[in-house]
Nanobody, 115 residues
C-alpha cells in the first residue's frame, strides 16, 4: 500500500540541480522532511519542515537546499542546487501518520552527483 510517493532523484553533474518531491497519499500523513543515507554512513537529517512551515537544515546543505510544502497537494519538495559529489546518497522522505502516531520512511530515491 503506497503511503507516499517520492520522485525526482537521478544522476547530475556537480554544480547541477535536482528537485525531490514527496507526495502523501492520505491527509493523515504529515510529511516532516528529508533524510539521506550514503553508503557506509548513518542516515542523517537533510531538511525538516513543520506543519506551520518552519524549516531547518543540516549545516552541510544550508544555502544550497530549500525545503517547501504545498498544502493543497500534501506534498513536500526539496530543491537542491549547487550539488556536490558528497551529496550522493539515497534520500528518504520522513512522515508521520496521525492516525496511529507512528513515523515512517518513504522507499527512498537515489541521488548521484558526478564530478
Amino acid at each position: 500500500q503506497v503511503q507516499v510517493v517520492e520522485s525526482g532523484g537521478g544522476l547530475v553533474q556537480a554544480g547541477g540541480s535536482l528537485r525531490l518531491s514527496c507526495a502523501a497519499a492520505k491527509s493523515t500523513f504529515s510529511i516532516k522532511g528529508w533524510y539521506r543515507q550514503a553508503p557506509g554512513k548513518q542516515r542523517e537529517l537533510v531538511a525538516g519542515i513543520t506543519s506551520g512551515g518552519r524549516t531547518n537544515y543540516a549545516d552541510s546543505v544550508k544555502g544550497r537546499f530549500t525545503i517547501s510544502r504545498d498544502y493543497a497537494k500534501n506534498t513536500v519538495y526539496l530543491q537542491m542546487n549547487s550539488l556536490k559529489v558528497e551529496d550522493t546518497a539515497v534520500y528518504y522522505c520522513h512522515y508521520y501518520n496521525s492516525y496511529n502516531g507512528y513515523d515512517y520512511w518513504g522507499q527512498g530515491t537515489q541521488v548521484t552527483v558526478s564530478s
